[in-house]
């Protein structure tokens, strides 16, 4: 795919792009059972961050006072009992006989004796019986124990998505798509109408034509040519441009009308808040748009977990035209296969297609100085980012003002390390152009800066060489002769993956890694047209931030982007970026089998709330009465245990939402605790997630 291509699927456009060979199969539907038309009924209810809205049944916030069983069958034998008394005292005619009096009065004398007053005082009876069992039914709570021995405790309202289906053929039914008969085209809704019922179409053919429509509607210059398209290619109108309309294969549940992707289920336990308990979770753009840190040990399910579902949701919405995602992970990290990408770099790779732009895709030698510098020396201790972007500057410039590109890695480090060929090479390039004397005095100034005292060149020519290998030929080419891919594609709707060396590579891969993060924060930022969800995915950001990453990470929610980081653990961030990166993303993951060191960063982040405790305490009774006294007595000889009373203590107390030992030790193997923050600032408290993990 180029990188250059359109991210808005104008409809005027999709006759240069290739359909498929053949629709998508069926089995691509985001239920496993209900056709698309089902799913598009399917009510989705907003219930805060993180919620599964696909058929999602709102809860109380509180939990119901519940009594316990035997207290329920106590109270049910006692009301019998004392149902089954005032019925034999009215039989008997121990309370007289008022109670016969209606039946009396409703039947004629001439019955006496008869048959019909026999049935009739039978009938009298049995109103009289179905009274009394009503009532005291009620009062011993018969119904509720009859509930809570067939169905136990778990007698909770049915999630169940298909009791609220529109009626098929309505006005609103979204098959039959409404908004495009409001605006009088109708043969186009019903050529998409009969594509859904034919089993055509499926949840991305949807998703992306309902975007192309909202385009539409911004811009109805694009009505005619979106009409046209649809009536000639159905479900295949404005087609992603790579053609493709599915992903080769799903591992996770998603929800491409609510932009969702599953991610597990909230614990029914007490440490969730009532409400959220046993619902689904789901991430979407609205959350991960505060970006998301995930930390966990080796062997947790991040990846498979975590960063390959959203990734695959971001990869599907891309497909619809609603987002761009680039994914970065370590060669042979199962983050889906490269047929569900556009572009995959593969660094080191001698076969990879497509090569990484170290520059970034700008022309402007002091931005890409400033990005090559913390990238570069952004995580070394002593040296200033902004001298070492300064001295890459005075390269930089001369450099691209004398050839009309940026120097490759060999130049590059050649120029760092002040060898004379290249240097008087640049020289007289610049000499020859009698326009470049401000160039020269660049160039001038960093020969002298070179050795002196906290000069930056030498750490910057050692990092430099770490891309200057073997392994790396080919790589970073400015020439023009390969296909570098650069951030700033993210403009439109791709989907790439890279995968770095780490194995034999590790330095040079987490530098990489500084780079692409500083490179997605730049261009996320400078983006003019921001109508796509931008996201970058890290398998492993391990040595990857930087003091200025960090601040460009807590930017991203204002330039609709945002980024996914996991560590396996927080001793991989320099320490004092520890607290401000825990601040600068909105959701927080831990992963089972955490340290109580980066349980403790979790805890203070996820701060305290007010708990009710009750305290119990248990006082024995001294009696002064004999008799009383000869009856404990007993009772501690039968029981073993003296008699107490029992002195309870209501209180309200300030307590850790989570704490550290309880993150280290209570989280089950499975499960994560996850806080959420949407960008709209709707805050979802840290709840224990049980995770789906993927297919």
Request: glycine share 10%; net charge neutral.
């Amino acid at each position: 795919m180029d990188t250059d291509g359109t991210h808005e699927m104008r409809p005027d456009r999709t006759a240069h792009i290739p359909r498929p060979a053949a629709p998508p199969k069926p089995s691509h539907a985001p239920m496993a059972g209900p056709t698309l038309g089902d799913w598009l009924r399917v009510p989705r209810a907003s219930d805060g961050p993180g919620v599964w809205r696909y058929g999602h049944v709102p809860r109380a916030a509180e939990e119901p006072e519940v009594t316990p069983t035997r207290q329920l069958v106590s109270g049910a034998l006692i009301a019998l009992l004392a149902g089954l008394l005032l019925w034999s005292l009215l039989w008997n005619g121990y309370l007289g006989g008022f109670w016969l009096w209606p039946l009396y009065m409703f039947t004629p004398d001439s019955w006496a004796g008869t048959f019909p007053s026999v049935v009739a005082s039978y009938i009298w009876y049995a109103i009289v019986i179905g009274a009394l069992v009503f009532g005291f039914g009620r009062l011993g709570r018969w119904p509720e124990l009859l509930r809570r021995l067939l169905f136990g405790r778990a007698a909770r309202p049915l999630h169940s998505a298909e009791q609220a289906l529109p009626e098929p053929g309505s006005e609103d039914d979204p098959v039959r798509w409404p908004q495009l008969r409001g605006a009088g085209l109708g043969e186009v809704a019903d050529r998409l109408e009969g594509e859904v019922g034919g089993g055509r179409m499926n949840d991305v053919d949807y998703a992306r034509i309902h975007r192309a429509w909202d385009s539409v509607r911004v811009d109805p210059s694009r009505m005619r040519a979106f009409a046209d398209s649809v009536r000639d290619k159905g479900a295949g109108a404005c087609v992603h441009p790579s053609g493709d309309r599915d992903l080769p294969v799903r591992a996770a549940r998603h929800d491409l009308l609510a932009r969702q992707v599953l991610l597990g289920t909230v614990e029914d336990g007490v440490r969730n808040p009532y409400a959220r308990r046993g619902t689904s979770l789901a991430l979407d753009p609205d959350v991960l748009g505060t970006s998301l840190l995930a930390v966990g040990p080796s062997g947790t399910g991040k990846t498979q977990r975590l960063v390959r579902p959203v990734v695959e949701s971001l990869a599907l919405q891309a497909l619809a035209g609603q987002a761009a995602v680039v994914a970065v992970g370590a060669a042979g990290a199962q983050l889906g296969p490269d047929a569900a990408y556009d572009v995959v770099v593969r660094i080191g790779d001698p076969g990879s297609v497509y090569d990484l732009d170290l520059y970034g895709g700008t022309t402007d030698p002091d931005e890409a100085a400033t990005l090559l510098a913390e990238a570069f020396v952004g995580d070394v201790p002593g040296i200033d980012v902004r001298r070492a972007a300064t001295a890459l500057a005075q390269l930089l410039g001369p450099f691209r003002a004398a050839y009309g590109r940026f120097p490759a890695v060999p130049e590059l480090r050649e120029l760092l390390d002040q060898v004379p060929a290249a240097f008087d090479a640049l020289r007289r390039e610049l000499a020859a152009d009698g326009a470049q004397q401000a160039m020269l005095r660049e160039l001038d100034a960093r020969t002298r800066q070179h050795g002196a005292h906290g000069d930056p060149g030498p750490a910057l020519a050692d990092r430099v060489a770490l891309l200057d290998r073997p392994a790396f030929a080919g790589f970073f080419d400015t020439t023009g002769q390969g296909r570098p891919f650069s951030l700033r594609a993210l403009e439109h709707p791709i989907r790439v993956r890279v995968d770095l060396p780490e194995r034999g590579h590790a330095d040079a891969s987490r530098m990489l890694a500084r780079l692409l993060l500083a490179q997605f924060n730049a261009a996320a930022a400078a983006r003019a047209d921001r109508s796509l969800f931008a996201f970058l995915a890290f398998d492993d950001a391990s040595h990857t931030l930087t003091a200025e990453t960090v601040r460009g990470v807590q930017r991203l929610r204002s330039a609709h982007a945002g980024v996914l980081l996991t560590l396996r653990t927080l001793d991989d961030v320099p320490e004092a970026l520890r607290t401000p990166l825990l601040g600068a993303v909105g959701c927080r993951m831990a992963f089972a089998g955490v340290t109580t060191w980066d349980g403790k960063r979790f805890a203070e982040a996820w701060g305290t709330e007010w708990v009710e405790t009750r305290d119990v305490t248990h006082r024995t009774v001294f009696a002064d009465q004999p008799l009383t006294r000869a009856i404990h007595a007993f009772r501690k000889l039968v029981t073993g245990k003296a008699v107490t009373t029992d002195a309870v203590t209501v209180r309200q107390v300030e307590r850790e939402r989570w704490s550290a030992s309880d993150l280290a030790h209570a989280v089950p193997p499975g499960h994560a605790v996850l806080s959420l923050t949407s960008v709209s600032g709707e805050r979802a408290a840290p709840l224990l997630v049980r995770l789906a993990g993927t297919a």
